[in-house]
């Protein structure tokens, strides 16, 4: 018996998506045993914006908690990054977790008009914004504190998180790196003695189908880091063995909440996952 909650994503950043597949996908996901619907966030690629997504999801679900995971918070302004979550969050009967990060495109950021140079700043002062001057911004819906994640990898990103946020929000990888980020999440926690432990949230990605597709697809959206996104797409999980022996590794290093992103936007391979955790 898991005791690690596991979600699933929505293909939101699969090129060729459509609006009918998404809102299917979101209410088969909405039926199963999943515990949250999650999205990924890129500007300069064939996607859906994110919030537009979740939104789309909070009108045909009921049960299910949706999840940036992570949306890149500097490619917006404070009041409109806090525009868009508190209305997916209305919208969905307070069920939003908004994960944030810097993100570390270039090409969104100059698409943007936004200094990346200037991206740790900018989502220091967003996250500042959230937890302060929201409350009397007039900036609405108005809305009780949204659960708030932050990642990335850095140093400053763990302070971060541990300021301002309710958790921490991994980018992806084996349980070990998982496991290593907690580890430093933790530390940055009870360096600013915040109570009780951090929430622990991972990701990882899969394919059943046609995993060939899947993984051409992520060495296509991580094509800026170079060679490494050959060792991503080896970490496509294919198989039943793989997503489970995946799911026990995470839960093993003490993940709460473990989202896995389809690589291939197939409604088929959403059923097969369901039956794998069922």
Known sequence: MLWVKVGIGLPNTIPGMSGALLVEWARRA??????TIGVLDRLVYDSIEPF???????AVTTRVDLATMIAIGPLRSPAMLAKQALSVDALSDGRLTLGLAVGARRD???AAGVDHRTRGARLSEQLAYLRGELDSSGVGPSRPDIDLLVGGASGAAFARMARYADGYAHGGGPPRAFGSAATRARAAWRDLER???PKLWGQGYFAFGDPARGSDY????????????????????TSARAVRDFVRGYEAEGCDELILFPTV??????DTLAEVLS
Request: some cysteine; glycine content about 6%.
């Open 218 to 237: 992520l060495r296509d959206y991580y094509a800026f880091t170079g060679p490494f996104a050959e060792q991503i797409a080896a970490g496509n999980l």
């Open 108 to 110: 969104d950021y100059r």
């Open 265 to 270: 936007a197939a409604l088929s391979d959403l």
């Open 52 to 58: 537009a997504a979740l939104s789309a999801a909070a």
């Open 30 to 35: 909405d039926a199963g045993p999943f515990s």
């Open 195 to 197: 109570p009780c432990e």
